[in-house]
Structures are given as C-alpha cells and as structure tokens.
C-alpha cells in the first residue's frame, strides 16, 4: 500500500514551489514596466507625464534640449539624452530612443523656419525609432481638441456651433490647429502603433481632478486637468484597444474617481481604469407636475380638488371631510370655491320636475358652508 504523506512531507512541498511562486511574480512585474522615451519632458505637461511615468513604475528616458535645465526640474531617476528636435535627423532620434520601448510626444513648437515641430517629427523622426512589437500603441502624440473644426464647411459649423464658434477656433493663431492635424495624419500613415490624445482646454490651475472623459468625433468641449491628462497619457501605453485609436479627454470637476485593476489583453500587467463610482446618484421618485384642477364627480359635483404633488393632501375639501388648505395658492382656491357655491346655492331651487338639477343644487348647498369654514 502507498504510505500516506506526513505533514512535514507537505510542508517541505509547499515551501518548495514558494520561491517558483515568488519568481513568477517578480516576472510579472517586470514585464509591466516600460522604458518610455518622452519628448518635451521639461515642459509642463511633460514634467507631470514622468511623474506619473515614475509613479506607475516605468523608467523614463527624457529626451530634452537643455541637459542643465534637465537636471535641475527632472527627478535624479530619469536618465537625460539630449537632442534638438528642431535640426536633428533621423539617425540621431534612433540614437537617442536606443532601448525605449514606448515613446510619449509632449513636445510642440517651431523650428527656425517656421515649420512646427509637431509635423516635422511625425514624418522624419518618429518612424522608424521605436520598434513596434505587440499590440498596444508604440507612439503616444499628444494632440489638442478642434484641429479639425477650422476646416468645417459652414452647414456643419451652423449645426454644431457650441463647438465651432469658441475662441481658439475662431482666432486659430498661425493656423497651428491645421498643422496639428497633419501632424496627426502623418502618424497615422507612417505605419507605427499610435494613440492620440486631443485634450481640451487645459488647465494647470484653477481647475481641479475629476472624472475623465475620453470621446470621438472632436466635438468634445470644456476644461481638463493637466495631472489627469498626464494619467491618461500614461495609461494608455498598454492598452491594446487604444491603438490605432484619437480620442479627445475632458475632466468633469466635481466627481470622483474609483480606481479598479483589472488585466491587460496579454496578461502582463493590471492597468488602472477610471470607472464611475457606484451609489453616489439617490435614486429619487419622480412626480408629476402641478396639473391645475380636477373634477372629484364629474357632472354630478361642482367641487374640486387640487392635484398639486408637493405634499400630502393640497385640496381645500374632499367630499365632506374638510382639510386645512397646504398653501397660500390653496387658501384662495377654497375662498373662491366657497363663494361660487354659496351663490349658487343662494339661486331659487330647481323644480322637481327636474331630478338631475335638483341633485346638483343640494351638492352646491352642502358644500357652500363646508368651503366657508375651511378658509
């Protein structure tokens, strides 16, 4: 017969495969985190970007113009190259985003010649220096909301004016909205993995982090916080929806966010998602509005009620029993009541040849007084 296995023979099992467990985990981690070339990474949304880059765990290669400026605003982790996007070449990018994995377009400007940046690096830097393994988005650009609005016809501007007829798109200021959406479309045909984001009015100040709200079509106006467009940059680096993907992103102030990890498509790495928070709304029963008067007896009654929703009981007298009037509107209402029937009452009575009328003269002498008391 088999011996049955002792306690220590499970115990010494157990502890055998921990240290397995504990390198399938540390695997895991490290293959969550990117090496991250960004472009621009001394500005201001660039800084936030490697922040938030540092945070989630990745190592950040910022490629900066200045190298002292670099040092002084850029935590000690982030390991500096410099490169001048306004002359360099091609080689030279492939040179200095040697051994990124992903890279994050945060830089904009203007070359000596007037050309932008922007479209300059989409065509001559960008391809060919990141590989493109995987599916989630290789490049990451940066964008702004209504590049593509300038360009509307008339009958389009006409329909959707709340979102044509703003200041940016009116003054449009050296045609950069033009030149951020060929920008744009140079990524898009160069072949690379891409995502863009089109942020709409940005806000390092005065406008606090909220929900983010990611939509399509550049419709989308308001204001977004330049720590959750940051987030957002970062967060989709390894989403495998977001490529090949332009979304715009808006921050509604006021709501919270509730942070939920699930996994990725390939199973790497939990990415962090925003989802509204649940049980926040009061479920509230709807009510219907004042509606004016109805009649309790129709034909046979002249007496009325008030069908207003607003509190328990509004009316100034239902049939004999008398309830005290609910407001100022309702005092008058039995007020006016109470006279028409007295006058009514006050009439000579029907003759008795007549039995309908006679009915409705004594429902208007019994409701007179009960109409007068109620004021």
């Known amino acids: 017969t ?64 200045d190298g002292d400026k670099a040092a002084s605003v850029l935590p000690a982790a982030v390991a500096c190259r410099e490169l001048d996007l306004a002359t360099a070449g091609a080689e030279e990018m492939r040179t200095a985003c040697a051994g990124a994995d992903k890279l994050i377009w945060c830089a904009t400007g203007f070359t000596d010649a007037g050309e932008l940046i922007d479209v300059r690096g989409m065509k001559e830097l960008v391809p060919g220096a990141i590989a493109a393994t995987g599916e989630t988005p290789a490049v990451v650009m940066l964008s702004s909301a209504g590049v593509t609005r300038p360009a509307w016809d008339d009958a389009k501007k006409a329909r959707l004016i709340g979102c044509s007829d703003i200041p940016i798109i009116r003054l449009n200021p050296g045609g950069i ?58 967060g989709v680096l390894g989403e495998a929806a977001a490529a090949g993907k332009t979304f715009e992103l808006f921050t509604l102030a006021g709501h919270g966010r509730l942070q939920a990890t699930r996994p990725s498509e390939e199973g790497a790495r939990g990415v ?90 004594r429902g208007w002498a019994r409701a007179a007084p009960a109409a007068s008391e109620a004021c």
């Open 2 to 65: 088999a011996r049955r296995p002792r306690y220590s023979d499970i115990a010494s099992r157990r502890g055998a495969q921990q240290p397995r467990s504990s390198y399938m985990l540390a695997l895991l981690s490290s293959s969550a985190a990117y090496n991250v070339a960004v472009t621009g990474a001394t500005g201001r949304t660039g800084r936030l970007v490697v922040d938030s880059l540092l945070k989630s765990g990745h190592s950040v290669t910022a490629l900066v113009r």
């Open 177 to 234: 909205l033009g030149k951020k959406c060929e920008a744009e479309q140079a990524l898009r045909e160069s072949g690379v993995p891409y995502c863009v984001v089109r942020p709409t009015g940005l806000k390092f100040e005065g406008w606090p982090q909220g929900r983010p709200f990611l939509s399509q079509g550049d419709v989308a106006v308001g204001r977004c916080n330049a720590v959750d467009l940051a987030e957002t940059l970062v």
């Open 272 to 361: 962090k998602i925003a989802l509204p928070p649940l049980g926040t709304r009061r479920q509230t029963r709807s009510r219907r509005p004042w509606s004016g008067f109805r009649l309790t007896r129709r034909g046979s009654c002249p007496r009325r009620r008030s069908t207003r929703r607003t509190t328990c009981c509004s009316s100034a007298f239902r049939a004999r029993s008398r309830t005290r009037p609910s407001s100022r509107w309702g005092a008058r209402t039995s007020r006016s009541t109470a006279g028409r029937c007295a006058a009514r009452a006050a009439r000579r009575p029907p003759s008795a040849s007549s039995p309908w009328r006679a009915a409705r003269w």
